[in-house]
């Protein structure tokens, strides 16, 4: 039956998507979580009684190990100091301090003689003091060391001295050169003895022939002519000495000495490095 027939009037029915518009809306919120403060933990006595344990046990090893300890620091701040220092002033280094005087290895010896003997004439008129190492032509003894008889003004500053086995060296002169080079030459005599008396008891447990004894025979003939050497006492062979050059040219004409090599003018006594001009 149709709204006509039923002759009732029905009202209009809204549209469902209008009334769902036109309804009031809600808002959600969700709420934060709260926040959460990370308290400090509190030590506990027994955490407390550990610490002080422990603190206790470092401070009673140091008081037992004070002289350690202390030893430690000091070397510490020395240290500290000392870097300090050499980053303030780090001072001239090693090889400003020190020239060579000499022939180099392989140098002609005949050839660099004759050469610095004309360097040493171009000196003769040279008036400032400079030095000059000596090589006799022979070694010298102490004693004839003590009757060498320099020209005026030529200063004795080292004697050099050495035998076949080992290198030479330069030693001060002292208040006596010819004492120096005594006292020198004992010395070498107690440690040629004792490189002696090892090599005989190598010797003795050696088996021979075989390549260790003769090897060890070799030494011990190297080590028996520097023996012979130091006990004769000829073991001066060359000295340093400081002049002008004229008083250097005057000690050349000495027939014991074989060569005055001038060294450079910056040169100082404990600032060189030699070699003999004679094998």
């Known amino acids: 039956m149709t709204e006509a027939e039923s002759g009732r009037d029905y009202p209009e029915s809204e549209d469902a998507s209008d009334a769902t518009t036109d309804a009031p809306r809600t808002k959600l919120e969700i709420p934060e979580p709260p926040k959460v403060r990370r308290r400090r933990r509190s030590t506990t006595e027994e955490e407390d009684r550990e610490s002080r344990g422990l603190a206790a046990a470092l401070l009673d090893w140091v008081w037992r190990h004070k002289l350690e300890t202390a030893s430690f620091l000091v070397t510490v701040l020395m240290l500290t100091a000392l870097a300090v220092y050499l980053s303030i002033d780090p001072g001239p280094s090693r090889s400003e301090q020190m020239v060579q005087v000499g022939p180099p290895i392989g140098q002609d010896l005949d050839v660099y003689v004759e050469t610095r003997k004309r360097a040493l004439e171009d000196l003769a008129?040279?008036?400032?003091?400079?030095?000059?190492?000596?090589?006799?032509?022979?070694?010298?003894?102490?004693?004839?060391?003590?009757?060498?008889?320099?020209?005026?003004?030529?200063?004795?500053?080292?004697?050099?001295?050495?035998?076949?086995?080992?290198?030479?060296?330069?030693?001060?002169?002292?208040d006596d050169a010819a004492a120096s080079v005594e006292l020198w030459r004992q010395a070498r005599l107690e440690v040629l003895d004792r490189q002696r008396a090892g090599l005989s008891e190598i010797l003795a447990g050696s088996p021979s022939p075989s390549p260790a004894a003769e090897w060890y025979g070799r030494e011990a003939g190297l080590v028996d002519g520097a023996l012979a050497q130091v006990r004769d006492g000829t073991v001066v062979l060359g000295a340093i000495v400081s002049g002008t050059g004229s008083q250097?040219?005057?000690?050349?004409?000495?027939?014991?000495?074989?060569?005055?090599?001038?060294?450079?003018?910056?040169?100082?006594?404990?600032?060189?490095?030699?070699?003999?001009?004679?094998?």
């Open 125 to 174: 008129d040279e008036r400032r003091s400079r030095l000059a190492v000596v090589t006799f032509r022979n070694a010298l003894t102490p004693s004839q060391l003590g009757s060498l008889s320099l020209p005026e003004g030529v200063r004795l500053e080292q004697i050099i001295v050495g035998d076949s086995l080992g290198y030479p060296e330069a030693i001060d002169v002292g």
């Open 248 to 279: 250097l040219i005057a000690l050349q004409g000495d027939p014991s000495v074989l060569l005055v090599d001038p060294a450079p003018p910056q040169a100082t006594v404990g600032g060189i490095v030699f070699t003999l001009a004679k094998k």
